[in-house]
């Protein structure tokens, strides 16, 4: 187990009819413990006894935060378990039980408070930046997508109950979490390039239209205005003033498909600084 003695919680979904976790390899003791949600709704509980999952919960679900607030709601009333962290992992990621154990103790020697692992390069994705970076263990960030997340649980504690404000989890990512974070001052976030996963299936969010008549675009628009109105009441109520950075990389930044030209514009000194670097450590092989 990592140096932080409570355990951790791993969520991983299922659809109920593919055989259950097969993008996850059993190679070791799990150091956490497990909660399966099947999203088909239908109780297919004997089906993932071989995995033996603390908690087992078949919920009809539309997309993943909709499946996050499932599972906040069922773990609100079914334990007090103060765990660690908890992490959200789509049913068609590859990981081993390795990686996880691995992965909760770089996060717990860090003392991160959120964190996800790299991309592989032959995964699907939406975001450049969170592809593998060789010889980078963990790389500072303002968010982590919501394909895999990994809380502190009082971050996930604290924004349970405005889970159920995108069903798509797009913006619960992006603007929610990070606003909690600020709130709570639990701020640390990185992409843990130690441990590698891979996202086999293509992305099937974009252009849905939910139960609520809204599609991952005008969610996002709708969770930017809730979080700068949760922030505006926290500053006003605490009279603490969030930095200008935070604005300017998370609250006041708009999401939408392509690239902003101006946010491509300030790539160019990075990308120049690590050419260089990349020709300076070429230079002593």
Not at 216 to 238: P, R
């Amino acid at each position: 187990m990592s140096q932080n003695q409570t355990k951790s919680l791993v969520v991983v979904s299922w659809d109920g009819q593919s055989d259950p976790l097969s993008h996850i390899l059993n190679d070791a003791t799990p150091n956490f413990d497990l909660f399966i949600i099947d999203y088909s709704g239908v109780n297919h509980a004997q089906e993932v006894q071989a995995w033996q999952p603390s908690f087992y919960l078949a919920k009809k679900s539309e997309c993943k935060g909709d499946l996050m607030n499932h599972v906040y709601e069922y773990l609100k009333e079914h334990t007090k378990t103060n765990y660690n962290y908890i992490g959200f992992l789509d049913d068609d990621l590859f990981f081993t039980i390795a990686d996880l154990n691995k992965l909760f103790f770089i996060a717990a020697l860090e003392k991160l408070d959120v964190f996800q692992a790299s991309l592989t390069h032959d995964s699907y994705y939406n975001h450049r930046q969170f592809i593998h970076k060789a010889g980078t263990q963990v790389q500072a960030t303002w968010w982590v997508e919501i394909m895999s997340p990994f809380y502190a649980y009082e971050v996930f504690l604290a924004a349970g109950p405005y889970l159920n404000k995108s069903i798509s989890g797009t913006g619960t990512d992006v603007y929610l979490i990070p606003t909690i974070q600020q709130i709570i001052g639990k701020t640390k976030t990185a992409v843990v390039h130690a441990v590698q996963m891979k996202h086999c299936r293509p992305i099937r969010t974009d252009n849905r239209i939910f139960s609520n008549q809204k599609n991952n675009l005008q969610e996002i628009v709708e969770m930017q205005s809730f979080c700068k109105e949760l922030m505006a009441n926290h500053t006003k109520a605490s009279n603490l003033q969030p930095s200008t950075e935070f604005f300017k990389e998370v609250l006041d930044k708009k999401y939408i498909y392509g690239i902003p030209l101006a946010y491509k514009i300030r790539r160019i000194g990075p990308m120049l600084k690590n050419l260089y670097k990349l020709l300076v450590d070429a230079s002593y092989r």
